[in-house]
C-alpha cells in the first residue's frame, strides 16, 4: 500500500527539519506554550529577608507564602527565626530542589513546603503574609488575586516593586550589605479586590 501524499508531505518536511528542536518552532499550535517567569532569579539579600519579616511582623502564627521562591531563604527564616509554617512556590524545578535542599539543612523541613508551581494559578487563600521581589508588572498582575483571595489583615511584602495605585501602609529603606538601598512595601488585605 502506498503512502497518501500528505503522509508523503510530512515525512519529507520532518526530514527536512532534521534534528531542529520543535523549541525552535513557537508559532506551532501543537507546541505547549512554556511558562513565563514573572522576574528573573535574583536572591534577596539575607538582611532585607529579616527586614521583610520584620515589616509583616510575622509571628509562630503565621503561614508565610513566597511567590518566586527561589532558593527559599525567605520561607526557611520564617520558620526558623519565628516558628511560622511556610510555603515556596517557582517555576523553575532547579529553585524548587535547592530550596528543598536548603530547608533539610536548616533543618525546618517540617514547617516548609516548597512546590513547583506557576504563581499566577497559586491558591494563598491559607496565607496570612506573602512576600514578593518581582516586578512591578507581575505584582499587578497578582494584585486582584491576592486582594479576592487573602482574608481582611493578612499582609504582602514586596521587595522593590510597588502595587501600582495600591497605596502601601508603610514604606521603608533598608541598605543591603553591599551598601545598595532597597525600597520594601507593606500592605495589608481589607477585602476589597482590586483590579
Not at 26 to 38: N, R
Request: aromatic letters at 6%; glycine letters at 6%.
Amino acid at each position: 500500500m502506498r503512502p497518501s501524499r500528505s503522509a508523503t508531505l510530512t515525512l519529507i518536511l520532518f526530514a527536512s527539519i532534521g534534528t531542529l528542536s520543535l523549541n525552535a518552532l513557537p508559532q506551532a499550535p501543537w507546541i505547549e506554550a512554556k511558562q513565563e517567569s514573572l522576574a528573573p532569579y535574583v536572591p534577596t539579600p539575607q538582611g532585607v529577608v529579616d527586614r521583610m519579616l520584620e515589616l509583616a511582623e510575622v509571628s509562630s502564627k503565621d503561614t508565610v507564602y513566597d511567590l518566586g521562591c527561589g532558593d527559599g531563604r525567605i520561607v526557611i527564616t520564617a520558620a526558623k527565626t519565628y516558628g511560622a509554617h511556610g510555603v515556596g512556590v517557582d517555576i523553575d524545578p532547579d529553585r524548587i530542589r535547592e530550596a528543598k535542599a536548603n530547608a533539610k539543612a536548616a533543618g525546618v523541613e517540617s514547617l516548609v513546603v516548597f512546590n513547583q508551581q506557576d504563581a499566577m494559578t497559586v491558591d494563598v487563600s491559607q496565607a496570612t503574609v506573602v512576600t514578593l521581589y518581582l516586578l512591578s508588572s507581575s505584582n499587578l498582575k497578582l494584585r486582584p488575586i491576592l486582594t479576592k483571595q487573602l482574608k481582611p489583615g493578612s499582609r504582602i511584602v514586596s521587595h522593590a516593586f510597588s502595587m501600582g495605585d495600591w497605596e502601601p501602609l508603610k514604606t521603608v529603606t533598608v541598605d543591603d550589605p553591599d551598601g545598595y538601598s532597597r525600597t520594601l512595601y507593606l500592605w495589608k488585605a481589607d477585602g476589597k479586590v482590586r483590579p
